[in-house]
């Protein structure tokens, strides 16, 4: 853990993005620092994939092209986000080590001329990066454009694992600090089955492919150690940079658009968290994937500053099919990020670049040039977010929490569950669509977290659950909360054994109701839950045969091989409630059993109009809630106070215009 730095050479919202001037000619660069200000911009990353152009031999630095940059951000009152560049390492570091190299599971070495990190685990990468960590702050930490520092990009892609010789070797060094014995291990491994009893530590290898399925436990451990490598090499980087300067030190993460990173612990090493979020064009509702990523970068944070590291001004280049941004789209990704707490809204990239695999991605200086209208709207969310300084600092409070437990989706993903229709990230955005629908800001949270300051916290998809957190989360009900648990949840321990007492069997006291069999259904199958009331709510691909055990049905299988038995359960524990939830409810089947959700855990919903997301930041003297209209009509919002963006007063309500966004502060 390190000790916050502030962020604290910027006022206000800053607003940029990713810039690549090694790829242009200096009067380019003089071009871009006018049409910056021009555009409002006030932060730039720099030097992200520069190692080559700067450490040109081993050992052998060129920092004359970026003193020079440095200095020319810095006398256009451009701060500077400065980057080590080692996602990216040189052609001659390759060349002379070969053997850094990243080899994937089905063994093909990973080639040069593309991007990438080198082994996490290679002892001359790890050198390298300090090396160059070390230079680079020497060289900068004083100078007065450098406001933070960007350490390497996007750790975990486009490579996590690494399954080379070294890799292998630094994985059984980390068994045996975590087992200390063979007999430990042989244990939680479960190797007793299909004979894979070791006798010794050299026999363990990296789950390589292989005939068939691979020992799950095995492979959950070298998930959890790739993440620790892949950390170890970030904190490196960062202590070195830490010796030298004072400024804060971040990565980027991509809170729910990558997996290979647990990003809870990766939350308490940076200075502040920031996050790359990007829409995925075939979801049409992507806004609210958007959402999800902004909350889960304030939870992972504890309370830290986050910034919106990079999203796109228009279309990304990586997708089956690129979807451009229409009008005003952009300012609403933005504007969100920014309700959530974002205190920095920035882009991949400033220039659109000519040449290389990035030319058709989207930048806030398209290829078209000023007279478009990105430009015309980059320059205007500039002028917006200038207008918006004061909220900087100010935090989001939420109610309710969802459970996000990597490592618990780590070990969902492997190979030969009940079915391949189960999946975390559906369940979880089913719920939260629910309650960002319902108007109810959330946070995420680790089931063994202090849960206590939320009325009601929402497991959609625990499948792996330690004893430990099962307790805390009864004890959570106990004190009083209301705790919702969906399907497939708390089927295993830490190394993905069954629970002793099977399914939900740590749950059992809490929810009153456990597991007796995994009923799948076959595709396109339904299972519809009657309520006592007599409402039908839909369902499919999945029911269970549960057992009460002092719960209360609140709705029954109607159809499929759990016909007329329980599908939801309520119980009272303690103090609080736990609601068991056994099938796949769609988002609006979830409003009738959310509904009575809410009613335990005391959780209001305003009734805003459909497509009109609201959501509050607290200030000290003021707080400001933040109106962003997903419709194509204007939407009407009960409001007093002042709108910040059109500089307005206002008396009971405010017209959010079609597409359009507000921001209300009300003084305290
Ligand atoms: C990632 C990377 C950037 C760029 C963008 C494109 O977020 O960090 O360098 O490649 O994707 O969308």
Redesign the pocket.
Known sequence: MTTPHAWPELRGIAYGG?YNPEQWSRETWREDVVLMREAGVNLVSVG??SWALVEVAEGEFDFSWLDELLDLLHENGVHVDLGTPTASPPAWFFAKHPDAHVIDRDGRTMGFGSRGMASHSSAAYREAIVRYADALATRYAKHPAVVLWHVH??YGVPVGEDYSPQSVNAFRGWLQEKYATLDGLNSAWGTAFWGQHYTAWEHIGAPAAAPSVVNPAQRLDFARFTDHQLRACYIAERDAIRVHADQPITT?F?ANQSWTTDLWAWGREVDIVSD?H?LWAPDEDAHIGLSIAADLSRSVGGGKPWILM?H?TSA???QPRNIAKRPGEMARNSLTHFGRGADAILF??WRAGRSGA?KF?SAMLPHAGTNSRVFREVAQLGGDLGRLEEVQGSTVEADVAILWDFESFWAQDLEWRPTDDISHQERIRAYYERLWRDGITVDFALPGQDLSQYKLVVAPAQYMLTAADAENLTRYVADGGTLLVSYFSAVVDENDAVHPGGFLAPLRDVLGVDVEEHLPLRAGATAGVALGGGELLGADHWQEALRLHGADVFGRYSQGPAAGEPAITRNTHGDGTAWYVSTRLDADSLKTLMNAVYADAGVSTEGLPEGLEVITRHGADASYRIAVNHNEQDAVLAADGHELLSDTEVQGSFTVPAGGVAVIRTTK
């Open positions: 990713d992200i994939f990009n996007e980027n991509m790359d990007y990079e796109s990304v280049n990586w991949f990239q990035e991605h």
